[in-house]
């Protein structure tokens, strides 16, 4: 296998919502500036975006101020944000969308051409197509689109992050990318936890399955500060196939109802605010109906007429195809029949919720010359696609100004080569263990004993400590990956990167000893909410010299 | 199944380095295989995302969902408009129903 040396000034990892924005803007501010995009998939289709889009839901609408939004956003996360990151996404929201609708997004609008409101902080796209648009924009600029590239791990020399690896998985080179400034842009993770849907349904998954978390574990193997990685995301959605229950419930006002018809959120949750609960409220009650025995739970749409059905469909068919096939049998008719609905497995994504790289406002992280932004910079939920882009503006400007007078840094061949070395390893065994096998052991380990779908999402001391000896365990287990193809040699390195991960989520799961946000972190040892003592966030660092996640606390700013 | 490629239909791309599902999808799950049609690699770790249903200019490949989430035997095809995506969904009572949507600005709109 060649190597392929690259130099350049600024490398973006992920050519996702993010990334694709991010080298959008270093050309419209730097002309001159050399950016090279390394993209896993294809930027036309790649991420958790590849099958489209049918709501922004965040956006500033009149009558909303930054102030209002970042406090809805803190009242949502249970007290728990940064705030200083939440509101300088707010700002720049409106704008990015403007930005992309430009690149020709269709936007639903009123008569005065202002965007219709949808919800309260929430717009209807036609984003079908909301990848190639983004694309189209980046494939406009000068930036060197690396396609079927997959990242493994940054050049670092013990002080600055000054690149990245790659494997190219077409040509089989192993890709050294030198850059003044890395951006990471790589999306959340899935594929941690046994997915609700198995055997030949296995990736019918909410999140992209290829998102394995790999921009997370390159920072942990590098000894950067991650955030709030037990603020585990769980979305409610259509069963099976994912669709998203907001387009129903939000777009066609349906109801929320139980087994037995009964709109249970306004019957037995009323002290969590029945209909007007928050997100992981709504989780938390269709679970412990389920648990009751009045599930399953459904979103009513019965009430729909057939003008409100046509739009459903094509809302849908903008986002989750899937669902159109569910219901294209007269039975399953939406108007006849009210849509199931239950909580997915665990995924860790900075979007929905806040697991990532813990980032100043500027969006560096704890490594110089590494920036974050979208999924996996953390702290900053529910910016969803649209405070993706916004940090993706404030990343790349902070990486134009910090590479001023850099210049790149030198990579020695040794450490070239052990990272060729440990890329390859699985294409030097004959025989041992396959890709998927360590898949379904992580998937298992966490399901079973750090809160996965069979476990109701419950967490406790003793099974999480299992977890946490089950995973060194597996951890060491890997040096037997076996990859007989290029692409069975990216599997196996997701599943590196998956128990990375993995290990550093328990470790954020043992360490809260509270009850923050149900559902997504609920302890069965320590049930209530602590403001006290925990109105902090749980952060970590790795030490890969040790092996050992040392966990700290920071202190909520303003 | 997740999606199913008709080999009487597929021209294999014939003359492109690289066949147009197979570019396109986000697991580089499709491949060409020697008799030049398409194939999947796995079915299984298809996410039914139907970004290779778009992509085919020759409507070749159909999205289906695996029959232990549905039965219906139903099944979504696509066509691409430079502004617009047609979709044509056949149910399993064989009705066929067709949605033309709004998919990009183009210049000058
Ligand atoms: S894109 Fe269509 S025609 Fe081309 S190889 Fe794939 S299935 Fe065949
Ligand atoms: S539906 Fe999506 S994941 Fe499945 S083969 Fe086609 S492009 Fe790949």
Known sequence: MGILPIDTDILIIGGGAAGCFAAVEIYKKSPGCRVVVMEKAHIERSGCLAMGLNAINAYLHAGETPESYVAYVERQFEGIIRKDLVSSIVQGLNDA??????????????????????????????????????????????????????????????????????????????????????????????????????????????????????????????????????????????????????????????????????????????????????????????????????????????????TEERRLKEDFLNMNPQIILLWATKEMNPRKKPVEICGTEPFLVGGHCQAGYWVDKDRRTTIPGLYAAGEVAGGAPKKYVSGSWVEARIAATTALEDIKGMSLINTGEDTIQREKTRVLHPFTRKAGISPSEARERLQKIMDEYAGGISMNYALHEERLLEARRLLKSLKDRMKDLVAVNNYSLVEALECIDRIDVARVLVEHLIYRKETRWACYQTRLDYPEKDNRRWLVFVNSVYHPKTDEILMVERPLCS | MSISIDETICNGCKGLPEARCERICPGDLCYRKENTKAAIRDQSACWTCACCVKECPVQAIELRLPFQICSNGSSLKARLKPDKTIWTVWDAEGHQEEFIIQAKWLKGD
């Open chain 1, 97 to 306: 969308v403007k930005d992309v609708e430009k690149m020709g997004l269709p936007i639903e609008k009123n008569e005065d051409g202002t965007y219709k409101m949808r919800g309260k902080r929430s717009i209807r796209i036609f984003g079908e197509r909301l990848k190639p648009i983004l694309a189209e924009a980046v494939q406009k600029t000068p930036a060197r689109v690396l396609n079927r590239v997959v990242a493994t791990n940054f050049i670092y020399d013990g002080t600055r992050v000054g690149g990245a690896f790659g494997f190219g998985i077409r040509d089989g080179s192993f890709y050294v990318i030198r850059a003044k400034a890395v951006i990471v842009a790589t999306g959340g993770a899935s594929g941690i936890y046994k997915p609700h849907n198995t055997g030949e349904a296995r990736h019918l998954l909410w999140y992209c399955p290829w998102n394995a978390g790999t921009g997370y574990a390159m920072g942990i193997r590098t000894g950067a500060e991650m955030t709030s990685f037990e603020n585990r995301f769980i979305a409610l959605r259509v069963k099976d196939v994912n669709a998203p229950t907001g387009t129903i419930a939000v777009g066609a006002r349906s109801k929320q109802i139980n087994a037995r018809g009964e709109d249970y959120l306004e019957c037995y949750y009323k002290h969590w605010g029945g209909n007007r609960c928050l997100t992981h409220h709504r989780l938390l009650a269709t679970v412990e109906e389920k648990k009751i025995g009045r599930g399953p739970c459904y979103l009513d749409t019965t009430t729909l007429n057939e």
